[in-house]
């Protein structure tokens, strides 16, 4: 086809004013798309749940692409003193992390309420963790070791060790590169006294959620003040700390009228500062707040060193190596948590 006669021109050229046209309402039409299409993502990201049985795969890819972190609550079925529910440290680790997620991004697991603890057998008689622990404070009255109403959850170290480390291997496989496992006491020591060993096997950074961190991470000034200030999160068993977290985030389901008014007689089986005379949800509510803020700030570094880098390979292998120090001062210093 010759294309300069002069009435291919003429064509040509209405054509090209038809093109350029078509392209200039593409261009307009195309910007109002792409916005209302981003207002749209944004919209659905902030309506795509944080808790991992909710999610399709289509929001998991979302979730994951913004944030590779799985949040995985240390539960139990255990005594929290007369006026907490039997769940409560699932719970309360539960309602934080969702909290962190909205927050920083990543995926809430469904609680782990499975636990090791303190056991021993006698006879046929069977006690565990709190049922020895009922009184803590001096010239208080001490009881006789009991098995505690509601308590259902313990399963030897072992199997514990196998669930968790599973746990992780499947979560890295599905691409997390953070996990943070947090709440009732004997399990998180047991991620505490393992967390270095998982890294290196799965590739994955470890994170709880107590004051100091396991890497030495947490700067001393805001650990102090957690522990002066009762700022943690789980950090007694069902004393101040943990009935402020449950007042805060379950207000309906903390009965302290179902404990003794009589605060000369301590409640069976909590440790800490008593809770009738110092819990609140205001108390709750500051713990989470000053958590929320130290745990995002710790999160979102821990994000920056390994998104770059599509593997995080030598990020996380690095971070690891160099503070074991740190974290086995911290894991020494320990000892006093409950949860
Ligand atoms: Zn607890």
């Known amino acids: 086809m010759n294309i300069s006669s002069p009435n291919n021109l003429t064509l040509n050229k209405a054509k090209l004013n038809l093109i350029s046209l078509l392209f200039l309402l593409t261009l307009i039409s195309g910007c109002s798309v792409s916005d209302s299409d981003e207002n749209q993502e944004d919209r659905a990201q902030e309506e795509i749940p944080v808790e991992y049985i909710m999610l399709t795969p289509t929001d998991f890819r979302t979730r994951i692409a913004e944030a590779p972190i799985a949040y995985l ?19 309360q680790s539960f309602s934080f992390m969702k909290d962190l997620a909205y927050e920083v991004g990543g995926i809430v697991l469904p ?83 393992h967390w270095k060993e998982w890294e290196e096997m799965y590739d994955v950074l470890i994170y709880t959620c107590w004051s100091w961190n396991i890497r030495g991470e947490n700067d001393q000034e805001s650990s102090e003040k ?49 809770p009738r005379l110092f819990a609140s949800a205001e108390q709750g509510q500051s713990a989470v707040e000053f958590q929320l803020e130290r745990m995002t700030k710790l999160l979102r570094e821990a994000l920056q060193r390994i998104l770059p880098a599509s593997t995080g390979t030598s990020a996380s292998k690095g971070a690891a190596s160099s503070t074991s120090e740190t974290s086995e001062t911290a894991a020494a210093a320990k000892a006093a948590t409950t949860g």
Not at 73 to 91: A, F, I, K, R
Not at 136 to 148: F, I, S, V
Not at 166 to 185: E, P
Request: aromatic residues 10%.
């Open 73 to 91: 609550p240390l539960g139990t079925l255990e005594w929290h003193g007369e006026h907490l529910p039997l769940g409560s440290d699932g719970m």
């Open 111 to 193: 609680m782990l309420y499975l636990g090791p603890d303190m056991m021993m057998a006698e006879g046929e008689k069977e006690l565990y963790g709190m049922d020895f622990w009922l009184s803590l404070e001096e010239g208080r009255t001490y009881m006789t070791p009991q098995q505690l109403d509601g308590s259902a959850y313990w399963v030897p170290d072992e199997l514990f060790h196998q669930i968790v480390e599973q746990s992780i291997k499947q979560l890295a496989r599905a691409g997390f590169k953070i996990i943070v496992a947090h709440g009732h006491g004997p399990s998180t020591r047991h991620v505490i006294a």
């Open 226 to 274: 957690s522990n002066r200030e009762g700022l943690g999160i789980m950090t007694d068993h069902a004393g101040m700390n943990e009935t402020s977290l449950m007042m805060y985030y379950y207000p309906d389901l903390v009965k302290m009228e179902q404990l003794s008014p009589d605060t000369a007689l301590w409640p069976l089986a909590v440790a800490g500062k008593d």
